[in-house]
């Protein structure tokens, strides 16, 4: 039986903390589907999903068990509709705990039989958010090192394209 995982998240941008758990996990798993939310709740967005999916896949060529994809709605459905028996997350500081914590909760309860997975963040990458990459991306600043290489051209020719 192969063994498939989900790594859902906005990735909003990809950065190396997500390549980092990207390619841990994929070392543990037959397949793993990087899922890529459509979700409306978290706006506006600084790549569109499509940018973002595009930027995954150049980030993840090297990796032939890794596919990307997006997703709209419910996690564990999405999950089960792919095959996978677990999903994985990242955790970085304790404060991402709390969320997780409950989000794993929740899922559980609704498909016991998915299993959540975490990876501890490596330490060079614990202070790597998308969130800061954005910031320091929208204020100028250098984010080339934050992000895989085929991440930072498409932010590039995004913030260009900005008016
Ligand atoms: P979400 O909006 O679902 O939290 P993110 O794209 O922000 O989506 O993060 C996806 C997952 O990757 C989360 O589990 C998050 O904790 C994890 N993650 C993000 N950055 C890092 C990092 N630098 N190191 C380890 N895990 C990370």
Redesign the pocket.
Known sequence: MRRLAVY????DPP?L??L??IERAAKLFDGLVVGV?RNRAKKPCFLSVDDRCEALRAATSHLSNVTVDSFEGLLVNYATEVGATAII????ATA?FEY?FQMTLVNRRLRHEVETVFFM?SPE??Y???SIVREVAILGGDYVGMVPPGVAEIIRRVLSEKP
């Open positions: 859902p998240g906005s990735f950065t903390g997500h980092d758990i939310g997350r990242g955790l970085r991402d997780e963040t990458h614990s790597l958010s998308s």
